[in-house]
């Protein structure tokens, strides 16, 4: 009977642990489980909410770029308004250009020209300002040489003529090249409205002028000389050389008597005492005549 019950409670002692430590894996299995659980909603929750974000970022950027299309829109209305104003001008304004120095348009030279304006209307018109510009022949919007607007401030009568003088000078770099030369008369009726008239509206080309000399042409010049001179001293040094090689050398030969030399130039006194001194012996007949006087 006691050995029955001590095995009892070995089996009872050692049951109980194992009973335990199965109870605590399922409860941490299960804790996890929720763990798991709960993460996973959390991170639902959170993209639901990114999602969220974003589908209103995207609403604010459509509304945003909504607005700059209606801006840019409104601006290029404007813009195109702004054009159709500059470029209208009043039905009972009549305006005539005359160039005094001629159509064409030398690079770095002054050029001028008349603006004739004719008032045909019962209103008085008070001229603002004249202005001219070179422009890109391809696009007249874009400038390329902009002058300094003249201010006029003349009022023309009803029925009444003005004129009105204007000098620019193109650019130098600009020579050779076509552009687009516009030139605008700026003025304003009695009830202070603007109005513009295009004058001259054309493509010209910019000239180059010919000057009498100038750097390059002087090097040229100076250049073609030197050679020119170069070729004629080398031509001579060549014929030299040939005449040289044919003409013969002269050998000089001591005078053969009295009879070669001229001796006109020589006083007659001289000659005479020439004539009267004894001519000189050679060495031998002085010998001779010294052995014929021993004898």
């Known amino acids: 009977m ?4 001590s095995k009892l409670l ?8 194992c009973g335990l430590i199965s109870i605590g894996h399922v409860s941490a299995q299960s804790d996890s489980a929720e763990d798991i659980a709960e993460d996973i909603a959390e991170d ?7 999602a969220v974000d974003e589908e209103e970022e995207d609403d604010e950027e459509a509304l945003v770029e909504e607005d700059q299309m209606q801006s840019s829109d409104g601006d290029e209305d404007e813009s195109e308004e702004g054009v159709d104003k500059q470029l209208a001008s009043h039905p009972d304004a009549d305006t005539t250009i005359i160039f005094t120095t001629g159509e064409e348009f030398p690079a770095n030279e ?7 304006f004719t008032n045909k209307g019962s209103q008085e018109f008070t001229v603002q300002s004249l202005e001219a ?40 770099p600009m020579a050779g090249r076509p552009f687009g030369l ?16 295009a004058i001259y ?12 000399l100038d750097g390059e042409t002087m090097f040229m010049y100076v250049f073609l000389v030197g050679l020119v001179a170069l070729m004629l001293f080398g031509m001579y040094q060549v014929l030299e050389t040939r005449t040289k090689k044919r003409i013969p050398v ?40 010294a052995a014929g006087a021993d004898q």
Request: net charge negative; proline share 6%.
């Open 250 to 289: 002269k050998i000089e030969k001591g005078t053969g008597g009295m009879s070669d030399v001229d001796i006109s130039w020589i006083p007659q006194e001289t000659l005479n005492v020439m004539n009267k001194a004894s001519p000189k012996t050679s060495p031998r007949k002085r010998t001779k005549r």
């Open 110 to 116: 002054i050029v001028r020209f008349l603006v004739g």
């Open 10 to 17: 070995l089996l009872f002692l050692l049951a109980f642990p």
């Open 133 to 172: 510009s070179f422009r890109y022949p391809q696009d007249f919007q874009f400038y390329i040489q902009n002058f300094t607007a003249l201010p006029l401030n003349t009022v023309v009568q009803p029925q009444a003529q003005a004129s009105f003088e204007y000098s620019f000078i193109p650019a130098q």
């Open 44 to 50: 639902i929750a959170e993209d639901a909410d990114a």
């Open 182 to 197: 516009v030139i605008l008369l700026n003025y304003q009726d009695s009830e202070s409205n603007m109005f513009q008239t």
């Open 2 to 5: 006691f050995n029955f019950g």
């Open 201 to 212: 509206n054309q493509t010209v080309t910019i000239t180059e002028k010919e000057e009498g």
